[in-house]
Protein backbone atom coordinates (compact mmCIF):
# COMPACT_ATOMS: atom_id res chain seq x y z
CA UNK A 1 0.00 0.00 0.00
CA UNK A 2 2.52 2.49 1.00
CA UNK A 3 4.57 1.59 -2.34
CA UNK A 4 1.23 2.01 -3.92
CA UNK A 5 0.48 5.68 -2.31
CA UNK A 6 4.03 6.87 -3.61
CA UNK A 7 3.94 6.01 -6.85
CA UNK A 8 0.71 7.86 -6.88
CA UNK A 9 2.82 10.62 -5.32
CA UNK A 10 5.05 10.74 -8.06
CA UNK A 11 2.72 11.27 -10.69
CA UNK A 12 0.79 13.91 -9.31
CA UNK A 13 3.82 15.80 -8.61
CA UNK A 14 5.48 15.25 -12.65
CA UNK A 15 1.97 16.53 -14.11
CA UNK A 16 1.60 20.08 -15.33
CA UNK A 17 -0.23 22.37 -12.35
CA UNK A 18 -2.74 23.14 -14.30
CA UNK A 19 -4.35 19.32 -13.67
CA UNK A 20 -3.61 19.62 -10.05
CA UNK A 21 -6.77 21.58 -9.37
CA UNK A 22 -5.05 24.35 -7.47
CA UNK A 23 -2.65 21.83 -5.77
CA UNK A 24 -5.29 20.75 -3.03
CA UNK A 25 -5.97 17.32 -1.79
CA UNK A 26 -5.32 15.07 1.06
CA UNK A 27 -1.69 14.33 -0.79
CA UNK A 28 -0.19 17.64 -0.40
CA UNK A 29 0.27 21.02 -2.56
CA UNK A 30 2.29 21.69 -5.28
CA UNK A 31 3.69 25.03 -5.54
CA UNK A 32 5.60 26.12 -8.58
CA UNK A 33 7.98 28.92 -9.83
CA UNK A 34 11.50 30.41 -10.82
CA UNK A 35 14.32 30.02 -8.25
CA UNK A 36 16.41 33.59 -7.00
CA UNK A 37 18.24 31.95 -3.94
CA UNK A 38 19.90 29.01 -3.12
CA UNK A 39 21.43 28.51 0.39
CA UNK A 40 23.46 25.01 0.49
CA UNK A 41 24.36 25.49 3.63
CA UNK A 42 20.95 26.24 4.89
CA UNK A 43 18.65 24.28 2.99
CA UNK A 44 16.73 26.95 1.55
CA UNK A 45 15.93 27.99 -1.82
CA UNK A 46 13.41 31.14 -2.30
CA UNK A 47 11.44 31.24 -5.47
CA UNK A 48 9.36 33.40 -7.04
CA UNK A 49 5.15 31.72 -7.73
CA UNK A 50 4.77 31.23 -11.48
CA UNK A 51 0.53 32.79 -11.54
CA UNK A 52 -0.04 31.67 -15.27
CA UNK A 53 -1.99 28.18 -15.84
CA UNK A 54 -0.30 28.19 -18.75
CA UNK A 55 2.99 26.18 -19.26
CA UNK A 56 4.44 28.26 -22.78
CA UNK A 57 3.87 31.32 -20.97
CA UNK A 58 5.08 31.75 -17.47
CA UNK A 59 4.51 34.79 -15.77
CA UNK A 60 6.70 35.25 -12.48
CA UNK A 61 5.07 38.33 -10.68
CA UNK A 62 3.83 36.55 -7.06
CA UNK A 63 5.32 38.99 -4.23
CA UNK A 64 6.75 38.46 -1.73
CA UNK A 65 9.36 35.73 -2.87
CA UNK A 66 8.36 32.28 -0.86
CA UNK A 67 11.11 30.72 1.02
CA UNK A 68 11.26 26.80 1.43
CA UNK A 69 13.44 24.57 3.32
CA UNK A 70 14.33 21.96 1.07
CA UNK A 71 13.57 17.64 1.71
CA UNK A 72 15.31 15.97 4.14
CA UNK A 73 15.60 12.89 2.16
CA UNK A 74 18.55 13.57 -0.20
CA UNK A 75 15.91 11.24 -2.96
CA UNK A 76 13.38 13.35 -2.78
CA UNK A 77 15.59 16.07 -4.11
CA UNK A 78 16.48 16.64 -7.40
CA UNK A 79 19.53 18.82 -9.35
CA UNK A 80 20.62 21.93 -7.15
CA UNK A 81 18.81 24.82 -8.50
CA UNK A 82 20.24 27.63 -10.30
CA UNK A 83 19.12 31.04 -9.16
CA UNK A 84 18.68 34.38 -11.65
CA UNK A 85 17.06 37.13 -10.81
CA UNK A 86 15.86 37.87 -14.47
CA UNK A 87 12.08 37.11 -14.43
CA UNK A 88 11.35 38.44 -18.03
CA UNK A 89 12.44 39.73 -21.19
CA UNK A 90 10.80 41.40 -23.51
CA UNK A 91 12.55 42.16 -26.94
CA UNK A 92 9.63 44.07 -28.32
CA UNK A 93 9.60 46.93 -26.04
CA UNK A 94 13.43 46.35 -25.47
CA UNK A 95 12.56 45.49 -21.35
CA UNK A 96 13.89 43.32 -19.18
CA UNK A 97 12.05 42.82 -15.33
CA UNK A 98 14.49 42.00 -12.64
CA UNK A 99 13.91 40.97 -8.91
CA UNK A 100 15.94 43.62 -6.98
CA UNK A 101 16.27 41.96 -3.47
CA UNK A 102 17.27 45.44 -2.55
CA UNK A 103 13.58 46.72 -2.18
CA UNK A 104 12.43 43.27 -2.53
CA UNK A 105 10.16 43.68 -5.86
CA UNK A 106 10.21 43.93 -9.26
CA UNK A 107 12.32 46.29 -11.41
CA UNK A 108 11.86 47.26 -15.16
CA UNK A 109 14.64 48.28 -17.15
CA UNK A 110 14.62 49.62 -20.63
CA UNK A 111 17.75 48.50 -22.51
CA UNK A 112 19.54 49.80 -25.53
CA UNK A 113 19.75 46.97 -27.75
CA UNK A 114 23.61 46.11 -29.57
CA UNK A 115 22.53 42.95 -31.15
CA UNK A 116 19.72 40.77 -30.79
CA UNK A 117 19.22 37.53 -33.25
CA UNK A 118 16.89 34.65 -32.69
CA UNK A 119 18.63 31.62 -32.56
CA UNK A 120 18.42 27.80 -31.68
CA UNK A 121 20.24 26.36 -28.63
CA UNK A 122 23.06 24.72 -30.92
CA UNK A 123 24.30 28.44 -33.08
CA UNK A 124 27.53 28.60 -32.68
CA UNK A 125 26.57 32.10 -31.03
CA UNK A 126 25.56 30.42 -28.41
CA UNK A 127 27.17 26.98 -28.31
CA UNK A 128 30.88 26.09 -28.03
CA UNK A 129 30.89 23.15 -30.69
CA UNK A 130 34.82 22.08 -29.77
CA UNK A 131 33.76 21.67 -26.19
CA UNK A 132 30.39 19.85 -27.73
CA UNK A 133 28.56 22.47 -24.56
CA UNK A 134 26.41 25.56 -24.33
CA UNK A 135 28.19 28.96 -23.67
CA UNK A 136 28.11 30.74 -20.00
CA UNK A 137 25.24 33.35 -19.69
CA UNK A 138 24.95 36.06 -18.93
CA UNK A 139 28.52 38.26 -19.67
CA UNK A 140 29.16 41.20 -18.13
CA UNK A 141 31.92 43.11 -20.00
CA UNK A 142 32.65 46.25 -17.64
CA UNK A 143 34.80 47.95 -19.93
CA UNK A 144 32.59 48.05 -22.83
CA UNK A 145 29.79 48.16 -20.77
CA UNK A 146 27.61 45.16 -22.00
CA UNK A 147 25.50 42.53 -21.13
CA UNK A 148 25.09 39.26 -22.98
CA UNK A 149 22.45 36.84 -22.31
CA UNK A 150 20.52 33.80 -23.77
CA UNK A 151 17.13 32.72 -23.24
CA UNK A 152 16.53 29.24 -24.17
CA UNK A 153 12.81 29.67 -23.86
CA UNK A 154 12.59 32.80 -26.21
CA UNK A 155 15.45 31.18 -28.61
CA UNK A 156 16.96 34.97 -28.26
CA UNK A 157 20.47 36.24 -28.36
CA UNK A 158 20.49 39.38 -26.91
CA UNK A 159 23.59 41.91 -26.68
CA UNK A 160 22.61 45.31 -24.95
CA UNK A 161 23.50 47.87 -22.73
CA UNK A 162 22.31 49.73 -19.45
CA UNK A 163 22.68 53.20 -17.21
CA UNK A 164 26.07 52.80 -15.54
CA UNK A 165 24.41 52.07 -11.81
CA UNK A 166 22.98 48.53 -12.74
CA UNK A 167 26.43 47.38 -13.90
CA UNK A 168 27.52 47.49 -10.29
CA UNK A 169 24.75 44.28 -9.59
CA UNK A 170 25.18 40.86 -9.74
CA UNK A 171 25.82 39.12 -12.67
CA UNK A 172 22.88 36.91 -11.50
CA UNK A 173 20.97 39.75 -12.15
CA UNK A 174 20.48 39.06 -15.65
CA UNK A 175 20.31 35.33 -15.66
CA UNK A 176 16.91 33.33 -15.22
CA UNK A 177 16.93 31.10 -12.36
CA UNK A 178 15.57 27.61 -12.71
CA UNK A 179 12.31 26.53 -12.85
CA UNK A 180 11.30 24.89 -10.11
CA UNK A 181 8.38 22.48 -8.31
CA UNK A 182 8.07 21.60 -4.94
CA UNK A 183 5.22 19.32 -3.02
CA UNK A 184 4.94 19.92 0.28
CA UNK A 185 2.48 19.09 3.47
CA UNK A 186 3.20 21.84 5.90
CA UNK A 187 3.88 25.73 4.86
CA UNK A 188 8.00 26.30 3.53
CA UNK A 189 8.78 22.92 4.17
CA UNK A 190 9.24 20.71 0.83
CA UNK A 191 8.74 17.03 0.94
CA UNK A 192 10.26 16.41 -2.78
CA UNK A 193 11.98 18.73 -4.96
CA UNK A 194 12.33 19.04 -8.88
CA UNK A 195 14.25 20.90 -10.76
CA UNK A 196 12.17 21.17 -13.58
CA UNK A 197 14.76 23.05 -15.64
CA UNK A 198 17.48 20.21 -15.55
CA UNK A 199 15.00 17.18 -15.08
CA UNK A 200 14.16 15.22 -18.38
CA UNK A 201 11.39 13.33 -17.21
CA UNK A 202 11.12 10.99 -20.18
CA UNK A 203 15.09 9.90 -20.03
CA UNK A 204 15.24 6.93 -19.73
Given at each position: ?33 RAIAYDKAAKT ?38 PGKRMKLDTVK ?85 EVRIYFKQEGK ?15
Amino acid sequence: MAKKYAVLITMLFILPLSLMLAGCGEYGRVDQGRAIAYDKAAKTVTIIRDKSIDPKKPDYSVLPPMKYQIPDNPAEMGPEPKPGKRMKLDTVKKQIVIFNPATNNFETITYTPIEQKHVESKDPLVYDVAADKSKVFPVVDQQKKTITIYSRRLKEYVKFSVPDQYFSMPADTWDNGDEVRIYFKQEGKSLRFMNITKTDIFKK
